[in-house]
């Protein structure tokens, strides 16, 4: 059967992550996904390569798309772009505001030409504000939305970056996906293409929910003393340990944190996590704990409760060194406690769990061989998500699409010859 997107042509001009990842997902999807990108390659081509052109990167983000090279600055690939448009559903672009105007690929000049166009625009700020010019990456969006000082990972007096996954790139292109498939939803009812503009900085402001949210009862004294404090610390030169320390002063933490965490076990770690009083109550009783979170008149800031959250979490932490992970997996379970092993990724690969859910596939590249990664990251009972191919080597299909195009074998070597194409 069809992917749900199958007939929906994508003209991707993206690189590195958030728009790959998005192009990706719609390929999945069944969408036909074309690639555009330098005659050299795009940059996640060239980081680590193994082989010339080749990137781990590069292949998990790139799976079932064409590549069509073009020399975007020439006026050759502004013709050939044309042509792509003319018929295409969507495109999708991630660069700075400007360059999408230089290079001749801009919403208002491409929807002249198709007024059906889906245009997902993708920037690290915005088109509008004081910063909106400025380049990003996800660092950047970390640091200034307050996701990395809420990680609180301080090494040596300075604050790490959220190194496990690039959190802002991630969820922006899932934003554009989804995005993309309201947008041939509402064509569908109206027939009208439209604009879709994302942003590392709404997508990493997104994800936080519950800490980007301020009311006003409760929030609007300790704001006011936080701001005051981080001001002038600040031009005090105060280390951010200190700083950090006063965060969590206005952001404190319930102490005695046993229920949602990981523990050292008697051979390895493991993840508990209770997120409901009976859940918690739970724990406790299988541990043989009390907590005083549950009786009369608790006050998580007294200096008492503090105290003995401490010692609570010291006795958590030895009961939970002597048993093995298997061994506290087998209680868990069995009492209906969330739980689950500390793995690496690359443990996953011949996980039942995972294959049992077809999140493994293997395909096979046109110049490196087999690959596995994961697979489609929903499923759909009537229109199934398929990985269809690995991703394509630089300009493996520019006579195919160009070709479709209208260009003769004599045209395509042209432009070859040119450097318009690869």
């Known amino acids: 059967m069809p992917g749900p997107l199958a007939g929906i042509k994508v003209v991707e001009f993206s690189q590195i992550i958030a728009g790959p990842f998005a192009g990706m997902l719609l390929a999945d999807m069944g969408a036909d996904v074309i690639k555009i990108e330098p005659p050299h390659g795009e940059p996640w081509r060239l980081n680590m390569q193994f082989i010339p052109l080749e990137s781990r990167t590069f292949i998990s983000l790139n799976r079932g798309k064409r590549s069509l090279p073009l020399d975007l600055t020439r006026p050759e690939a502004t013709e050939v772009v044309d042509r792509l448009v003319a018929d295409a559903d969507v495109v999708i672009v991630n660069y700075r505001p400007d360059v999408s105007r230089k290079l001749r690929i801009d919403y208002e000049r491409l929807s002249k030409i198709n007024p059906r166009l889906i245009y997902c625009d993708n920037t690290a700020f915005g088109r509008r504000g004081p910063h909106s010019q400025r380049p990003g990456y996800d660092i950047i969006a970390q640091a200034i939305t307050g996701l990395m000082a809420s990680e609180g990972k301080i090494v040596d007096g300075v604050l790490q970056y959220i190194v496990s996954t690039p959190i802002a790139d991630f969820a922006t292109g899932l934003a554009m996906a989804w995005g993309i498939c309201a947008a041939l939803y509402v064509r569908e009812r109206t027939g009208k293409g439209q604009k879709i503009e994302t942003t590392l900085l709404a997508s990493a402001l997104g994800v936080q929910t519950s800490r980007f949210t301020w009311i006003e009862a409760i929030d609007a004294e300790p704001y006011r003393q936080f701001m005051a404090d981080l001001e002038r610390m600040r031009a005090e030169g105060r280390p951010f340990e200190e700083v950090y320390a006063r965060y969590l002063e206005f952001r404190p933490r319930p102490p005695g944190n046993i229920y949602y965490r ?11 996590g209770c997120l409901s009083d009976p ?16 009786d009369p008149g608790y006050d998580p800031q007294s200096p008492e409760a503090i105290e003995f959250g401490k010692e609570l979490t010291r006795q958590a932490e030895a009961i939970f060194r002597q048993r093995t992970t298997a061994e506290w997996l087998r209680i868990l379970d069995e009492a209906g406690i969330p739980a689950g092993p500390v793995r690496f990724t690359e443990e996953l690969f011949e996980d039942e769990q995972v294959i049992a859910n077809n999140l493994v596939v293997e395909l096979e590249h046109s110049v490196i061989g087999r690959i596995k990664m994961v697979g489609p990251i929903i499923n759909m009972s009537e229109t199934p998500l398929e990985a269809r191919s690995a991703s394509p080597a630089l300009g493996e299909h520019t006579d195919e699409v160009l070709s479709a195009l209208g260009y003769s074998p004599a045209q395509v070597e042209e432009l070859r010859k040119r450097g318009v194409t690869r």
């Open 262 to 272: 990981t523990y050292q076990t008697k051979d390895s770690v493991i993840a508990v």
């Open 279 to 294: 859940l918690r109550k739970r724990l406790l009783q299988l541990l043989g704990l009390h907590d005083i979170r549950f």
